[in-house]
């Protein structure tokens, strides 16, 4: 499979990090301001793992049960361990991995498991069409 069907060439690099400590209402607003739907919780330490908050998270664990997130942190509400893919991951492989777990955000590391990027649902926009047009000329119209 070419590099473009991998998941690099469709990532979005500019990852956002919290610290598991900070309060909901702070990672909420970072998200808000940033026009993003999740952010990665760093690692408290080398045996740690990274965590991930999303929208879905908010809305389940918050909302939908009546918490206040200046009263939460973090490090309550998260997902983790995260599940990641390789940068080469094919597009593909990472669409089933997403239907089957039934997650719509998912952390990009490099080989050394570092995260160098997210993809999302809403990235599969661009892929499908993008298939559509047989993987010609990406177009930002």
Same mark, same amino acid.
């Given at each position: 499979?070419? &590099? %473009?069907?991998?998941?690099?060439?469709?990532?979005?690099?500019?990852? /956002?990090?919290?610290?598991?400590?900070? =309060?909901?209402?702070?990672?909420? #607003?970072?998200?808000? %301001? %940033?026009?993003?739907?999740?952010?990665?919780?760093? +690692? !408290?330490?080398?045996?740690?793992?990274?965590?991930?908050?999303?929208?879905?998270?908010? #809305?389940?664990?918050?909302?939908?049960?009546?918490?206040? *997130? $200046?009263?939460?942190?973090? +490090?309550?509400?998260?997902?983790? *361990? !995260?599940?990641? /893919?390789?940068?080469?991951?094919? !597009?593909?492989?990472?669409?089933?991995?997403? $239907? =089957? +777990?039934?997650?719509?955000?998912? *952390?990009?590391?490099? @080989?050394?498991?570092?995260?160098?990027?997210?993809?999302?649902?809403?990235?599969? &926009?661009?892929?499908?069409?993008?298939?559509?047009?047989?993987? @010609? @000329? %990406?177009? &930002? #119209?």
């Amino acid at each position: 499979m070419h &590099l %473009r069907h991998t998941v690099r060439d469709w990532m979005m690099d500019l990852v /956002v990090f919290v610290e598991p400590d900070q =309060t909901v209402i702070e990672a909420i #607003s970072l998200m808000r %301001r %940033r026009y993003i739907n999740s952010v990665i919780v760093n +690692k !408290v330490g080398p045996d740690s793992s990274y965590g991930i908050l999303t929208t879905r998270d908010i #809305s389940d664990k918050i909302v939908a049960v009546n918490r206040n *997130p $200046k009263d939460l942190l973090v +490090k309550e509400v998260m997902s983790s *361990p !995260v599940i990641t /893919v390789d940068q080469l991951t094919s !597009v593909m492989d990472c669409a089933n991995i997403m $239907k =089957t +777990k039934r997650i719509h955000h998912i *952390p990009v590391v490099n @080989e050394n498991g570092n995260i160098v990027g997210m993809i999302s649902a809403g990235d599969f &926009l661009l892929i499908a069409e993008a298939m559509g047009n047989n993987f @010609e @000329e %990406r177009s &930002l #119209s």
